[in-house]
């Protein structure tokens, strides 16, 4: 799973790249969503043409796997101050969970923070109080996001956020610094700041096992 900026400029040979680079991992499957620099220029028409066939909308959808039902919002193409999903997909995700019983675990997955991380910085989203509200009948409600490039974990209630490590650059932390601009580390410190998050889910647990890697 990608959480978005796949690329920095949306060129066609960034995504090109991108899909080798992915090529490698060994797995069956790869799910992305786009991130803003994903969609420079062209609304995420390059992004989706490259990663998003055969999805809904602007490039949402959703999927089952060993148990756990798997959503993917996005959120970064109607930007003002904070991320935003619109009523098309709000309305996908309130049809996509009607039919779902209350212990089913649920892993929501998007570029911008769904909760309200630091607003001042853009890391938050507009609307997705309605789709959070949707959510807290469900017992174990994990969201994923990208963009703030650190690890934060917050658990409200019944939902918990993570996010990982970034592969190109920190941020500073939030309120930390003049806004999210990428950080100078002393040499040698980088590769610490970097990193990959595996998660793992078992049946009969309502709680996923999270592990972070840094980079060599």
């Known amino acids: 799973m990608h959480s ?4 920095h400029l949306s060129t066609p040979a960034q995504f090109d790249q991108v899909k080798q680079i992915l090529s490698q991992l060994r ?3 790869i799910f992305t969503v786009p991130g803003e620099h994903d969609s420079i220029g062209d609304n995420g028409r390059a992004y989706r043409q490259a990663f998003a066939k ?3 909308g602007d490039g949402w959808y959703s999927f089952d ?3 756990v039902h798997f959503i993917a919002l996005v959120n970064t193409l109607h930007l003002e101050q904070l991320g935003h999903l619109g009523s098309d997909q709000i309305d ?7 039919g779902l019983s209350s212990d089913t675990p649920i892993v929501v997955f998007s570029h911008i923070p769904l ?9 938050g989203t507009d609307d997705a109080v309605q789709v959070l509200a949707m959510l807290r009948r469900f017992s174990s409600v994990t969201c994923l996001n990208g ?5 934060f974990t917050k658990t409200e209630g019944n939902i918990t956020f993570h996010s990982a490590a970034p592969t190109c650059y920190p941020f500073p932390q939030p309120g930390h610094g003049p806004g999210p601009i990428p950080q100078v580390l002393p040499a040698g410190r980088l590769k610490d700041a970097l990193g990959i998050r595996t998660v793992d889910y ?3 647990s309502h709680a996923l096992a999270v592990k972070d890697e840094k980079l060599t």
């Open 54 to 56: 055969n999805t809904l």
């Open 147 to 151: 963009h703030v490039h650190q690890l």
């Open 115 to 123: 909760f309200a991380m630091y607003p001042k910085w853009g890391w």
């Open 4 to 7: 978005g900026d796949l690329t």
């Open 65 to 67: 796997t060993h148990g």
């Open 27 to 29: 797995t069956d499957r």
């Open 92 to 98: 996908f995700v309130r049809k996509d969970i009607a």
């Open 202 to 204: 078992r049946q009969g």
